[in-house]
């Protein structure tokens, strides 16, 4: 069942700033750019894709079907997960390009490396523990989730980037390009793949156990 609600996902939810925003990985290729911001209009995708759900009346349709509403959740947030990594999927060639072709670190923050994408999954972790659990606790109410996690968000990319400026763990060794410091670098990988898959997971557990008790109308 949980493929047939992903199906209809893709049919039915996905909006087009997702297709849209995810040639935005190619942002990669500006020169001293707050590289963070590409994620951020991962998240804002996520809103528009939940909010298109809301006018169509996703959530009403859904219910009519043989499902249950935890299903409804889990196959939203396994569409989601899809989305964010098929965006981080399409940064990699342009991070390895940028490198290529401009071979001068980011003075504006961290660069596009392999640190860069542990901590860029810890971002996307928290959009989506933030926000979803919110949404799912009152669907009808979709800005003010994003409020919330945008707000999350730009906190977290104002302490990164003060952070790469004024840590020398930051400064010293995970900005700068790769392969310099990798096993850093990898340690970051790493836990940002951890804290991605641990946060993600939670949301997806709670969000299912708030929509359930749900009594919508």
Do not use: C
């Amino acid at each position: 069942m949980l493929k047939q609600l992903l199906y209809k996902e893709w049919r039915l939810v996905l909006h087009p700033t997702n297709l849209i925003f995810l040639s935005f990985s190619a942002m990669l290729l500006i020169p001293n750019y707050p590289y963070y911001i590409i994620f951020f209009y991962t998240g804002l995708s996520i809103f528009f894709l939940s909010l298109n759900a809301r006018e169509n009346h996703d959530l009403a349709y859904t219910l009519m079907l043989p499902v249950t509403k935890r299903s409804m959740v889990y196959a939203r947030m396994f569409f989601v997960v899809q989305i964010e990594l098929i965006q981080m999927l399409l940064a990699i060639p342009f991070a390895v390009l940028r490198r290529i072709m401009l071979a001068e670190g980011n003075l504006v923050g961290m660069d596009a490396n392999i640190a860069f994408f542990g901590l860029s999954l810890v971002m996307l972790g928290i959009f989506n523990w933030v926000f979803f659990i919110r949404f799912f606790s009152a669907p009808a109410k979709v800005g003010r989730a994003f409020l919330l996690a945008s707000s999350a968000l730009m906190v977290f990319i104002l302490l990164a980037e003060t952070l790469t400026h004024t840590l020398p763990l930051f400064r010293d060794q995970l900005d700068t390009p790769d392969p310099s410091f990798l096993s850093i670098k990898l340690l970051f990988l790493g836990l940002g793949i951890g804290l991605y898959l641990l946060m993600t997971w939670r949301a997806a557990i709670v969000s299912a156990r708030r929509f359930d008790a749900l009594d919508l109308p």
